[in-house]
């Protein structure tokens, strides 16, 4: 692994998509992660666009890594996306996720705006 820590550096940026398929309702959660690093295999379903609507949880449909930026035609435009925080980001984190950033891994918030870069 690189070196660790989240209060120094950008964060190195990635643009892979990630589809999340829900067992429960079967619908998509589709990610994007825009900063490099580690992301579960499984979500808590955000098929609808809201976390906790559904309380299914979501797999991982296909690795991400394997296609930067493809997605299948009838995967929907990403909905949520990864990112590493930093900075103020970082300090807001309790120590769980604090923990969890330090060891490389990712925060999800939803997309609140499009980017034209997308
Ligand atoms: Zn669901």
Redesign the pocket.
Known sequence: MAKIGGMTGAPKLANRINVYT?R????YTVTIEIHEGVTPFMLR?R?SGREGD?C?M?ESSYPSGEKPSWKPSWVPDPAWEWFKPVGSEYRKLNRAMREHVDKGGLDIRPISRRKSTL
């Not at 429960?24 to 619908?27: A, F, Q, V, Y």
Request: hydrophobic share 20%; with cysteine; net charge positive.
């Open positions: 829900c429960k309702c079967g619908g379903c098929a559904c299914g979501a």
